[in-house]
Structures are given as C-alpha cells and as structure tokens.
C-alpha cells in the first residue's frame, strides 16, 4: 500500500486520480435499503446485518457495483462503539468492523473498484465539552485504525451536523497518509450546529487537510445543490455531493422535517424515516442531479438514505457510464401497448393503448 494518493496495486488509480480525470460515483443509503428489505431495525439503525447476514451486505454491495458506483463503501456507518453500547452489544464492535471491511474489501477487489472505510457522527459531540470531544476522537481512532489494517484506499468521514466534530475526524485521519473525503449534514436553516455556513464549515475542513469536502445526506436534491454550489465556489478541492432522494423543499430543508399530506396523524407530520416512499425522488429526479452537480464541477457524486440500485444506475447513466445493470435500462420500443416496434400490434397501439 501506498498512503498519500489512494494508489494501491501498481497502476490502479487512487481516489484523486480518478477525481481528476472526471466524476467518481460512491453509492450509500445502505441502512435504508436494508431496513426495506428486513435485515435492519429502523430507529436504532445499527448494522448488525453486517454480522448477522453478511451475504446481504455483500449481495447489496454487489448491486451498487452493477448499477455504475466507483466506490465500495464499507458498511460501518453506525457501526460505531456508541451505536453498539445504546443498543448493549459494545462486544461486537471490534468483529463487525473487522467484518465489514472485509466484505467490502472483497467486493472492491473483484471489480477493481475503490475501497472507503467509513466513519461518522458519534452522537456524543457537544460544543464546549472537551470530554466529548476527547471521546469523540478515541472512537475515530480505534475505527481508523481497523480500516488501515484492511488496505483501504481512502476514508469517508460523513454525516457531520457538527463543523467542529468534522475536524477532529480529519485530524485522527491525516497522520494514516490515506485521503479523506469528508461530507456534512447541513440541518434545517443551513448552518452546523455551532452556526457556521456549509461553505465556511468546508473551507476549515480544506486547512485542516481534507482532500474532498461536501454535503451528504439530511437534504434532497433541490436543498442540497445551492448548498453545494457555495462550497464549489468557496474551496478549491474536489467538492462531494450525496444527497436523500426525497422532495425537500425551502420550507421542509431536510428528510426529518419533511411533512406528508397524504398520510394521517403523527406519520403526516413526520414521515421519516419509514414512511417517506410517497416523498421519494424518481430516478429522472436524480439523474438531473447527478448532471447539475457535475456541470458545477461537484466531482464526487452519490445517493444517501433512501437510494436503491436504480438511483444509482440513472445517476451513472447521467454522468456518461453504461454500468453492467443498464442492459436492462427501459426500452419501451418493445411495450405491449406504447412500443414502436412493427412486431407490436397495430390496435394495440393505435386503440387499445389509449384506454388504459
Ligand atoms: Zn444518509
């Protein structure tokens, strides 16, 4: 391995190079998507799944792979010594890290692709205790740690409210050599919490020695791409975009604030985070996304919570890929009733069609 640019094996590109040389595509929204498909517990969202179902994890990375992602991201977001001690299995915090970096680290190898370790809010950080802070670094560290013993290419630090919290991930990060890509949640209002801009949240990050520097989940597309712009504006480093796919608004900022209508009592005014469908971004949706940011010159683009592999293959279609899955992109050509093609009945797309 060698530290510095994410360059292992030879000639394979690092993260840097290939950011250099167009888009890099990082698929996330893996507590979600698991959480739809019953191997994970919506509230809590540890990924115990990681130990308890490990075929899955790595079935999921598969299909973010298959759907155009650059990057394999290891599956420990939450996977963290506070997450496990609230729901009393701190035991397992050693053997799921160690297990999720592995699962990753195979998949990665088999498709040649980029391998990111993953560390995240530690939900214990408050401004002006030094405890926290202290505690906060300690978990980084053991988890970096892990993360460098497995080879990784470079490390996410993500889903950031704290500006501050930020800085201390990079700072446990940047003596390992290995890139970091660090990407906050920007709450309601459009500040961190201590009160700083996305754009000058990200400029600190950029002295601290961050590599790439960005937003990642909370917001949806149409609440994250200004956001997005001030920070392309502010830094010069490559800027990173993973929003939610869901319909945020000026009004409803984030996926915790967003209001369903559709919906009764409680759930209307707060869907999240298992009743969000009806809120859902099409693909279309995110495709124009992926296509926006880059023209921008966001370079690191992705899908948080609520992604599925077919957001993922739009947005890789969008930025100019044809990823294994798009061989089963839509073709309507060939439908029973809208298709062109001569082999389709006339009355049935002259007359039949028009009255479904
Ligand atoms: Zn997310």
Redesign the pocket.
Do not use: D
């Given at each position: 391995m060698s530290p510095g640019n994410g360059n292992q094996n030879g000639g394979r590109k690092g993260l840097l190079e290939r950011l250099e040389a167009g888009p890099v595509i990082c698929a996330?929204?893996y507590?979600?998507e698991l959480e739809r498909r019953g191997y994970l517990q919506a509230g809590g969202f540890v990924p115990e799944v990681v130990l308890e179902h490990p075929d899955v994890v790595r079935q999921l990375h598969e299909e973010f792979m298959r759907a155009g992602s650059d990057v394999v991201e290891t599956l420990t977001?939450y996977g963290h010594r506070e997450k496990l001690k609230v729901i009393g299995k701190e035991d397992l915090l050693e053997p799921l890290n160690r297990q999720a970096l592995q699962l990753a680290k195979e998949v990665a190898q088999e498709h040649d692709a980029l391998f990111a370790g993953d560390i995240c809010n530690t939900n214990i950080f408050v401004d002006g205790d030094a405890d926290s802070a202290a505690a906060a670094r300690a978990m980084f560290e053991e988890q970096v740690a892990w993360a460098v013993e497995a080879g990784v290419d470079f490390i996410v630090a993500?889903?950031y409210s704290w500006g501050q919290e930020a800085l201390i991930a990079v700072d446990v990060v940047k003596p390992t050599g290995l890139p970091i890509v660090v990407t906050l949640?920007i709450p309601q209002g459009e500040h961190t919490f201590e009160g700083w801009t996305a754009a000058e949240a990200c400029r600190r990050l950029e002295e601290a020695g961050a590599d790439v520097v960005g937003l990642?989940?909370?917001r949806g597309p149409a609440t994250m791409l200004p956001l997005l712009r001030e920070i392309r504006d502010a830094v010069s480093i490559h800027v990173a975009g993973?929003p939610?796919p869901y319909r945020t608004t000026d009004a409803e900022q984030t996926f915790f604030s967003l209001t369903d209508p559709q919906l009764e009592g409680e759930r209307a005014a707060r869907p999240f985070p298992d009743a969000l469908d009806g809120l859902a971004c099409t693909r279309i949706e995110i495709a124009d996304f992926g296509r926006e940011a880059y023209d921008y010159g966001i370079a690191y683009i992705g899908v948080?919570?609520?992604a599925g592999p077919h957001h993922v293959r739009s947005l890789a279609e969008a930025l100019g890929r044809e990823p294994e899955a798009s061989r089963y992109t839509a073709d309507m050509s060939k439908h029973a009733y809208l298709g062109t093609d001569p082999l389709v009945r006339r009355e049935y797309k002259e007359d039949y069609g028009r009255r479904l």
């Open positions: 996330e929204g507590l979600f977001y993500e889903t949640a990642n989940c909370l993973l939610v948080c919570c609520g």
